[in-house]
């Protein structure tokens, strides 16, 4: 937009006006309680100033399971009346955990719900606060007070997202258009909460050409309480697009529903390799690396070039033993079955360095929350190796939350809560075939889930885990904001303190621990998290399965970090969302749709990011399992090089991503973030990151194709190819 008018400088807060709207980047700040602060003529004066981008624990606060107010003081000029007789809009971004918001003394919003209220506490932690006002609130002219009073349980909390906005209302703000699959067919609802008129169009095309095959648009009327209804038959591959352009609004409503799709090939009956070219474990700690080689079973396994120690089940395929000499030792990895035979070159790195590739696996939050029980994850385990993903590389079967009994041994030992009977059981038999066994803790005195942390045990929990076998630890900042006061401080090193304490006694134990860091990507951990010996180190806040938090966290919280990714130090984005999600027992198909999914699992491939599954997989569909097992957009993934992508091009909405490969190759991602179909040039895309080729390699479709051609990118989909 377009900047006019001028910066206000007699108010408290940072405001500039814009053509549309005014922003407002800072407010006055205060922990506790008290219902005068949502008066307008309250002094507030001695409040210290705070930024709406960074929650208050960024800002030196610890404030958790506890009030705050948030006032922010702004003038509204009276030359942006003109076109607000009807609505103003207060749009406050995302606020952690729950919000109540008062304009000038009089309510206009809440989000949530808080301890103490009816319904119990609800968090609403992601959703934007978009508030509709009417403009005989709001004093044209001179200072207006919004004020918000937010609820946190645990930290961080409060605003995070950036500047408010007092602006114009969107189509959006009154009006939804959603759709779905159901009976064959796609069902849309388009409801409104004012009368208005606009044009409905539907297109069906092929999903896989972009062919147009349908086009068809209606006028309509839109009455509140009266929904309207679009019912389209849907067979094939055939991707339904609905489009409302409203007559007295600027923006419109959109969405698109697609039958799953397929593009990978079927894997030959034959077998193939598929799985990391190098693993690295420590001199004298238990290897326990897989073989994944996929092709129809039975097969038979062999490996030249052991070292001394390491042995083959050449049944199972898995290696196992321990090497106490430090080197690096060539291997071929070997397999037969009655389809013909198959092997590949390898290298097994003894040495100070884990980690080498993102590890890929399974994790049990996003699917199972607090419900997980040993039942729950044996089922996913078994499915791993009997449904094929372990013959992609996919190893490490996670424990998240609610492991842990409610209160320690008499002697401060730790143990597993009922719903973990064994968990040395469960451990060895993972190693036996093959697989890795995770858990979860924190550096305070509780989890986020309320459990049993690791605070003033953390030697002994380290021996403990490393007594049922434990091979990935994701250590949870979350509890350790109840006991750690940031006003104190807010130093880098004080970010570091537990994670360095924890490092210490992992080392100490005799076999190899992978230290994920679930930091939420505070203090920037990207800078440090290798410092601490951390081999990841998450890098934001939770995802979800919506296309905001995914492409958000891809596209924006990525941006810059591509410098500190490497072997044995990855950032993580957080787990997959496809696949069933729900965190808990509600189970449910991820809300992305099958474009949106190909880019999930392309953009975490390109950044080399941690794969680990979020869906239970003993309930995978053949969709899903053709997204997680291409063994070309894996190999990218795990490619030995180690380079996380970067982005070369962000031009209407088409995003270029890009990395370098160790075979000398270049992985290259062709996003369209915009709300419809977009063709591409194809040799014009490569152009513009200086790449040339005749020909490039589809990663997705798994053949070759040529670049002076267009193609069409799908809204919310990728186009994935290697420059060869």
């Known amino acids: 937009m377009k900047r006019i008018l001028f910066v206000l400088g007699l108010t408290l807060c940072c ?27 309250f ?8 930024t709406l981008d960074k929650d208050w624990n960024e800002q030196g606060v610890r404030n958790p399971d506890n009030f705050a107010w948030y006032r922010l003081h702004v003038v509204i000029p009276a030359e942006l009346k003109e076109g607000y007789s009807k609505d103003v809009l207060l749009d406050l971004g995302p606020i952690d955990d729950t919000d109540e918001t008062w304009l000038n003394g009089v309510m206009v919003g809440k989000t ?3 301890p103490g209220d009816p319904e119990g506490y609800n968090c609403r932690w992601s959703e934007p606060r978009r508030y509709i006002v009417d403009p005989s609130l709001i004093r044209w002219g001179q200072e207006n007070v919004i004020a918000v009073r937010v609820y946190n349980a645990g930290d961080p909390g409060g605003f995070f997202r950036g500047p408010a906005w007092i602006g114009k209302p969107l189509l959006g703000d009154y009006a939804t258009l959603s759709a779905a699959r159901e009976d064959g067919k796609v069902k849309a609802v388009l409801e409104t909460r004012l009368k208005t008129r606009g ?17 068809n648009s209606r006028k309509v009327t839109l009455t509140p309480q009266k929904p309207y209804r679009v019912s389209v038959p849907m067979e094939g591959r055939v991707r339904v697009q609905i489009v409302y352009a409203d007559d007295n609004f600027e923006d419109g409503l959109e969405t698109s529903v697609c039958n799953p799709y397929i593009l990978t090939p079927p ?12 693993f690295g474990v420590r001199p004298g700690s238990p290897v326990i690396f897989r073989l994944a080689f996929s092709g129809e079973r039975p097969m038979k396994f062999a490996v030249e070039g052991l070292p001394e120690g390491v042995v083959l089940d050449a049944d199972k395929g898995v290696l196992s033993g321990s090497c106490q000499t430090v080197g690096e030792y060539p291997l071929v990895l070997k397999a037969t079955n009655d389809k013909g035979s198959a092997q590949a070159a390898f290298t097994l790195k003894v040495g100070p360095q884990i980690g080498l590739t993102p590890p890929m696996g399974w994790n049990s939050w996003n699917c199972w929350g607090l419900s997980v029980s040993q039942e729950k994850v044996m089922a996913s385990a078994a499915a791993l190796i009997n449904r094929g993903l372990a013959d992609y590389g996919y190893s490490y079967i996670n424990i998240d939350d609610a492991w842990e009994a409610e209160e320690r041994n008499p002697d401060g030992t730790i143990s597993p809560n009922e719903k973990f009977p064994d968990m040395k059981a469960l451990g060895d038999w993972l190693h036996s075939n093959g697989l890795k066994l995770g858990i979860y803790s924190s550096p305070g005195d509780r989890t986020c889930g309320g459990y049993l942390g690791s605070l003033d045990h953390e030697e002994q929990d380290a021996k403990t885990w490393a007594s049922w076998g434990v091979d990935y630890l994701k250590y949870d900042w979350c509890g350790y904001s109840k006991v750690f006061d940031p006003s104190k401080d807010h130093s880098t090193a004080a970010s570091m303190r537990p994670y360095v304490k924890m490092q210490q006694y992992l080392r100490e134990q005799p076999r190899d621990i992978f230290y994920s860091l679930c930091q939420y990507g505070n203090a920037k951990v990207w800078e440090w998290g290798a410092f601490v010996d951390a081999n990841s180190w998450r890098t934001t806040g ?32 957080d787990m997959l969302v496809v696949g069933k999600v729900g965190w808990s027992n509600n189970l449910r198909d991820s809300r992305l749709t099958p474009d949106e999914q190909y880019t999930h699992i392309s953009l975490w491939s390109l950044q080399a990011a941690n794969l680990l599954i979020g869906c239970p997989i ?18 990218v993934n795990q490619d030995i090089l180690g380079q996380q992508a970067h982005e070369d091009v962000n031009e209407d909405g088409i995003r270029i991503w890009s990395r370098d490969l160790y075979d000398g190759g270049k992985a290259v991602g062709i996003f369209n973030l915009n709300g419809a179909s977009v063709p591409v040039q194809l040799d014009g895309a490569l152009e513009k990151i200086g790449l040339k080729a005749d020909t490039v390699r589809d990663l997705w479709r798994q053949k070759d194709i040529p670049t002076a051609a267009q193609y069409k990118v799908p809204s919310h989909g990728v186009l994935y190819i290697k420059v060869k």
């Open 43 to 50: 002094d507030d004066s001695a409040w210290p100033v705070f």
């Open 112 to 114: 949530g719900s808080n």
């Open 267 to 278: 894997a030959p009956a034959a077998p193939r390799y598929n799985g990391p070219l190098v």
């Open 15 to 41: 405001v500039a006006v814009w053509a549309q709207g005014v922003s407002v980047e800072t407010a006055r700040f205060q922990v506790g309680d008290n219902p005068a602060w949502s008066n307008p003529s």
């Open 618 to 635: 003993d309930q995978l569909d053949d969709f899903t399992f053709n997204l997680l097992c291409n063994n070309e957009v894996n190999a």
């Open 542 to 573: 939770d995802i979800q399965d919506n296309w905001e938090s995914m492409s958000g966290i891809g596209f924006s919280n990525q941006l810059e970090l591509y410098p500190y990714a490497g072997p044995g130090h990855w950032n993580d984005p």
């Open 199 to 215: 044009t409905v169009t539907v297109i069906k095309e092929d999903v896989l050409s972009g062919e147009q095959l349908e086009k």
